[in-house]
Structure formats: structure tokens, C-alpha cells
């Protein structure tokens, strides 16, 4: 197949008319029918321009080669496979039609720590409660949920603060739950809302 023939497909595959390839180029449209019709090649300088706008490469444009074979050999070392090339383009169709499904995994990732740190706060409260139950026989009194040494003066002044770091990290974990919920869930609207549009 010749650069000609090559580039009519590329062009018409494309959609584009020789008007429109020499405006992106900043060519005549007589450059380009004379290039399609073999009687002249573009200027070197103009090849990459050309071959990205088509998207081929500078290679398959100017080999004697058929469309089938360029495809069917294998990339060269170090060389990227195609595919590589089409991978932003691919990305980018992705997110636009699935990416609502992003905010849908923040709101079930944040509702898992939301019920982790309710399972947390419940279990540490408990275990508090029965740890104050239990040192009741030895000297130490239960008030308002509180350990008091009888005898002390913490009495005087109410009951000591006892300090639960699982429950602060379980109060922690559920302010951050239910934040990821509310942010997942209005990513996902926001996203499918765009989608729409």
C-alpha cells in the first residue's frame, strides 16, 4: 500500500475532508490532493503532524508495507505496543461513563468505618463498664460510669475522667464514616448528574 492510498483511508476513516486535514496541518488543500494523488510527499517537518493527526505512526505511513502486516508484527524492544497510545482516550470514556461508580465506593468504604467504629465504641464502653464492675470488691466504687478509689478525693469533686482511647478512636472513626458517606454519596450524584449532560 502506498503513502497515497494509506493516507485517502487514514483521512476518510477519520471522517476529514482534504480541506480539513491541510487546515490542521497549515497546508494547502492542493498539498494534500497532490500528496494523495502520489505526485508529492509532505515535508519531513510536516510527517509528525500528519501521522498524529491520523494516528499512525510516521512508519506505517511511509513503508511499502500493507496495513495487515504492520499491524500483525510484533513492537520492537523497548518499543510501546499501540494500545499504550489509546490508553488515555480509553481512561478518559471510562470515567466518563462509569466514574459516578467512584462515589458509590467512598460512600460504602465510609459507612464500613462508620459501623467498624460503632462496633468499636460499643465493645470499649462494655469492657470499661465490666472493668469498674470488677474493682468494686477492692476499694474502688462505680459512679456515673466512672472508677473512684473510695476514699478519695476525686469523689469530692464527682467522678475522675477516665480516659478510653478506644472509644476516642471509635468516636473518630464514626465522625469519619459518616463524613466518607456524605461526601460518596453527593460524588456519585455530582458524577452521574455530569454523565447526563
Same mark, same amino acid.
Given at each position: 500500500?502506498?503513502?497515497?492510498?494509506?493516507?485517502?483511508?487514514? +483521512?476518510?476513516?477519520?471522517?476529514?475532508?482534504?480541506? /480539513?486535514?491541510?487546515?490542521?496541518? !497549515?497546508?494547502?488543500?492542493?498539498?494534500?490532493?497532490? %500528496? @494523495?494523488?502520489?505526485?508529492?510527499?509532505?515535508?519531513? *517537518? =510536516?510527517?509528525?503532524?500528519? &501521522?498524529?493527526?491520523?494516528?499512525?505512526?510516521?512508519? @506505517?505511513?511511509?513503508?511499502? @508495507?500493507? /496495513?495487515?502486516?504492520?499491524? #500483525? +508484527?510484533?513492537?520492537?524492544? !523497548?518499543? &510501546?505496543?499501540?494500545?499504550?497510545? #489509546?490508553?488515555?482516550?480509553?481512561? !478518559?470514556?471510562?470515567? +466518563?461513563? %462509569?466514574?459516578?461508580?467512584?462515589?458509590?465506593?467512598? &460512600? $460504602?468504604g465510609g459507612l464500613g468505618i462508620l459501623i467498624l467504629g460503632v462496633i468499636a465504641k460499643i465493645i470499649s464502653g462494655q469492657m470499661v463498664r465490666s472493668y469498674a464492675q470488677s474493682m468494686a470488691p477492692w476499694g474502688f466504687a462505680q459512679q456515673g460510669g466512672f472508677t473512684v478509689e473510695s476514699g478519695s478525693l476525686d469523689g469530692l469533686f464527682g467522678p475522675p475522667q477516665v480516659f478510653n482511647p478506644v472509644? /476516642?478512636? /471509635?468516636?473518630?472513626?464514626?465522625?469519619?464514616?459518616?463524613?466518607?458517606?456524605?461526601? *460518596?454519596?453527593?460524588?456519585?450524584? %455530582? $458524577? =452521574?448528574?455530569? #454523565? *447526563? =449532560?
Amino acid at each position: 500500500m502506498t503513502f497515497a492510498e494509506k493516507l485517502i483511508l487514514a +483521512r476518510k476513516r477519520l471522517g476529514l475532508s482534504q480541506e /480539513a486535514l491541510a487546515e490542521a496541518l !497549515g497546508v494547502s488543500r492542493q498539498a494534500v490532493s497532490k %500528496w @494523495e494523488t502520489g505526485e508529492a510527499l509532505p515535508e519531513t *517537518g =510536516k510527517l509528525p503532524a500528519l &501521522a498524529k493527526l491520523l494516528g499512525v505512526s510516521i512508519d @506505517e505511513l511511509l513503508s511499502e @508495507e500493507p /496495513a495487515e502486516a504492520q499491524t #500483525q +508484527r510484533m513492537p520492537q524492544s !523497548g518499543a &510501546a505496543p499501540d494500545w499504550i497510545d #489509546q490508553l488515555p482516550r480509553l481512561l !478518559g470514556r471510562f470515567v +466518563r461513563r %462509569w466514574g459516578w461508580l467512584y462515589g458509590v465506593y467512598v &460512600a $460504602l468504604g465510609g459507612l464500613g468505618i462508620l459501623i467498624l467504629g460503632v462496633i468499636a465504641k460499643i465493645i470499649s464502653g462494655q469492657m470499661v463498664r465490666s472493668y469498674a464492675q470488677s474493682m468494686a470488691p477492692w476499694g474502688f466504687a462505680q459512679q456515673g460510669g466512672f472508677t473512684v478509689e473510695s476514699g478519695s478525693l476525686d469523689g469530692l469533686f464527682g467522678p475522675p475522667q477516665v480516659f478510653n482511647p478506644v472509644g /476516642a478512636v /471509635a468516636t473518630v472513626m464514626i465522625v469519619l464514616g459518616a463524613l466518607g458517606v456524605v461526601i *460518596g454519596v453527593v460524588l456519585a450524584l %455530582w $458524577l =452521574k448528574r455530569k #454523565q *447526563g =449532560k
